[in-house]
């Protein structure tokens, strides 16, 4: 499995920016992706996850109402639309995925892709 995350970068507090994660290497049914960030001198934190099936999302309280997570089935990719965006949510954005089935596992991780908001 292969993940690869794309479109952090520079943005104003208010902006919105998209990330984008793109999955190869397996069918993902009963799988599921989730978006973590780690912020500098912080721990990594949970972001938002889906469910590859159904389309069910789950997000931190840090984020809810202001990020949106979506998976395209046809094209393999878990975007993340982040709005609003506060300096606060600076980090290295990291994509990953793993089987559901019982529970959630992150088994396969991208590279991250940074966002950085400036105030």
């Known amino acids: 499995v292969q993940l690869q995350a794309c479109g952090g970068g520079l943005v104003q507090a208010g902006g919105s920016l998209r990330l984008s994660c793109a999955a190869s290497g397996r069918t993902f049914t009963n799988w599921g992706f989730g978006w973590f960030r780690q912020a500098p001198g912080k721990e990594r934190e949970f972001v938002a996850r889906?469910?590859?099936?159904?389309?069910?999302?789950v997000y931190a309280d840090s984020v809810k109402g202001r990020f949106t997570i979506s998976r395209d089935k046809a094209k393999n990719t878990v975007d993340l639309q982040m709005n609003s965006l506060k300096s606060e949510d600076t980090a290295v954005y990291y994509c990953a995925t793993g089987p559901t089935v019982g529970q959630w596992h992150y088994n396969y991780w991208g590279q991250g892709t940074l966002v950085t908001v400036s105030s």
């Open positions: 889906i469910t590859w099936n159904l389309g069910t999302p």
